[in-house]
């Protein structure tokens, strides 16, 4: 049996986010799917995918990794602080 790098798609709360993809890519991810819920059991749309496959992806990019580790902390915006109470209420 061949090793996908993906394992079997758990549910959690989705977020939408709508994309274009070129057909071949569209074409990929479906065979994706089949060969993945062949030896998952499950029967898998291809958009599931997706998400675990970003995530892997990310994962395992030591680049993104190195670069979140030092200069994305700069550009994250901060929280704003927590409003005062007024002395009145309370």
């Known amino acids: ?3 996908l790098k993906l394992g079997p798609i758990h549910d ?7 994309v ?3 057909a071949d ?5 479906c065979d994706y799917a089949a060969v993945l819920g ?3 059991g499950q029967d898998l ?7 675990p496959m970003l995530e892997r992806f990310m994962a395992t990019d030591r680049g993104f990794a ?16 927590p409003k005062p109470l007024d002395s009145d209420q309370g």
């Open 45 to 51: 749309e291809p958009a599931r995918l997706v998400a």
């Open 12 to 18: 959690d709360k989705p977020v939408k986010l709508t």
């Open 66 to 81: 190195a670069a979140r580790k030092t200069g994305s902390r700069a550009n994250r915006k901060k929280p704003d602080p």
């Open 38 to 40: 062949h030896q998952t």
């Open 25 to 29: 890519v569209h074409r990929n991810l």
């Open 1 to 3: 049996m061949t090793k």
């Open 20 to 22: 274009e993809l070129p």
